[in-house]
């Protein structure tokens, strides 16, 4: 038994294994810190390499996420409370008049995947939303989504907004119209086309940022 | 007849994008050119993605455009403004891409389609979001139909779309449609039934064997055009030989043409 286990676990998408494993490290005494960024995180990170070249696909992506969610359902109550707040918030969410949620879906699964603290909005946000929430919530970072081109403009909007707003909180930008020109066109701080792109950018914005 | 929305002239598209941004008339051209002969029966046009150049971008599509094929155009566009003067340039009735039960979008379009001679297609969608259930689909298919009834649209002009989504984030996207589809032939006889067909394989490998796969059981349950890529030949010979097997090829004969032509190959 060792750590290498639960990621193994979670990497072949076994759900009752990660929970068994996870188990068995927390009678062992084994830190519960390792036990999720080393174990339960890092497995997350291998899956999503994987999913950028190709190996596995959407599906095999959700199910390791269950995977790992079950693995940390278990772990929680070891862990202190402001562990995932240590790592950086996360708000995330659809910009006004867009309804379409696959794509925020699997970036929101990803980023809690990597142990933040992510803030789901939900779809057609309101640009003062996205302000409020991250000011209520002290965000490191704000992720807004598109999956129209006539909804686009919503990003800008809302980027103009948190920067208006005087906050600290880092944006990004993702979605299938959506390109790294835009982003900078409109001052936001990046980009990602895919779920675990995103994740690696928010972990070098929050770095930058600490 | 099965009814081909030959979707590759978009902008969102990044080869498309960048023969608008350089101007290359002949790309455009030999790619509307080529959907022709594949069997396309509108070419859709989305000038879209150049945000702020929609109109522009528009009319300088539909010249090209018009200049290379004699098919009526799908004018993809949620802009009335842009659809009025893209109506105004049209040779052939055109069909509209697309209207929707949310509100902001319903009540820009309804002003636009009054009086106008054109097909239209009705997207399965409202202010809650995605449908979740064929009940969804099947009752937004019924409100939508019946808005556009009330300003004088013939159900043979409605193209419902009943959104596609994907298999890869939930085992029942598949049957959603298809049993939605089924009703809405069913009960609101004399409609159509559309929609981009490569949603339902985003996020799997190998999608054109999941899309033209797709085509067949949505056929089997009345689905009637399909927004796609007629220069895939796989699923036009896929396509050509669902229409034979649901018995709408009498005698067989497109099939048999299909395949002295050198289309269908097994």
């Known amino acids: ?210 | 007849m099965f009814t081909i929305i030959g979707e590759r002239i978009n902008t969102t598209l990044g080869n498309i994008k960048k023969a608008v941004e350089n101007k290359d008339i002949e790309y455009i051209r030999e790619d509307v050119k080529k959907q022709t002969q594949c069997g396309a029966t509108y070419i859709d046009v989305n000038a879209g993605a150049r945000i702020g150049h929609e109109e522009e971008d528009m009319k300088w599509l539909l010249e090209i455009v018009q200049g290379a094929t004699d098919l009526p155009l799908c004018l993809d566009s949620p802009d009335p403004q842009i659809l009025e003067t893209a109506y105004a340039l049209v040779n052939k009735t055109p069909m509209i891409n697309s209207i929707s039960l949310e509100k902001d979008r319903f009540d820009s379009m309804i002003p636009f389609l009054k009086g106008k001679n054109c097909k239209i297609i009705a997207l399965c969608m409202d202010d809650s979001g995605m449908p979740k259930t064929s009940e969804d689909i099947i009752n937004r298919a019924k409100t939508i139909v019946g808005e556009l009834e009330n300003i004088g649209m013939k159900r043979d002009d409605i193209f419902v779309d009943p959104l596609i989504q994907p298999m890869s984030v939930d085992n029942n996207n598949g049957t959603m449609v298809m049993d939605a589809v089924k009703a809405i032939m069913q009960d609101l006889g004399g409609v159509h039934t559309t929609g981009g067909l490569s949603n339902i394989s985003y996020g799997l490998p190998k999608r054109k064997i999941i899309n033209r796969s797709f085509l067949l059981m949505m056929m089997a349950n009345g689905f009637d055009s399909a927004i796609m890529d007629p220069l895939d030949k796989d699923i036009m010979a896929a396509l050509k030989t669902g229409e034979m097997l649901a018995g709408h090829d009498n005698y067989c004969m497109n099939f048999l043409t299909s395949v002295r032509a050198g289309e269908i190959e097994a």
Request: proline share 2%.
């Open chain 1, 1 to 210: 038994m060792a750590i290498t286990d639960i990621l193994n676990a979670v990497v072949s998408l076994k759900k009752e294994d990660v929970v068994e494993n996870v188990i068995a490290e927390i009678n062992k005494g084994t830190q519960v810190d390792d036990i999720l960024n080393k174990g339960l995180i890092e497995a997350m990170d291998v899956v999503g390499a994987r999913f950028s070249s190709g190996e596995v696909f959407v599906p095999e992506m959700l199910m390791a996420a269950k995977a790992m969610q079950a693995g940390l359902e278990v772990l929680k109550p070891y862990l202190s409370s402001d562990t995932a707040a240590q790592k950086g918030t996360v708000i995330i969410g659809t910009v006004k008049g867009d309804l379409h949620d696959i794509g925020k879906n699997l970036v929101a699964m990803m980023v809690e995947g990597a142990g933040f603290n992510i803030i789901d909005l939900g779809v057609d946000v309101d640009t003062d939303k996205f302000v409020t929430e991250a000011q209520i919530h002290n965000a490191d970072v704000v992720c807004l989504s598109a999956l129209l081109t006539t909804t686009m403009p919503a990003m800008a909007r809302t980027v103009e907004a948190i920067k208006e707003a005087g906050l600290k909180v880092k944006t990004i930008i993702g979605g299938a119209p959506v390109t790294d020109a835009y982003a900078r066109q409109i001052g936001a701080d990046g980009f990602s086309d895919n779920a675990p792109g995103a994740v690696a950018l928010i972990r070098k914005l929050v770095a930058v940022a600490a």
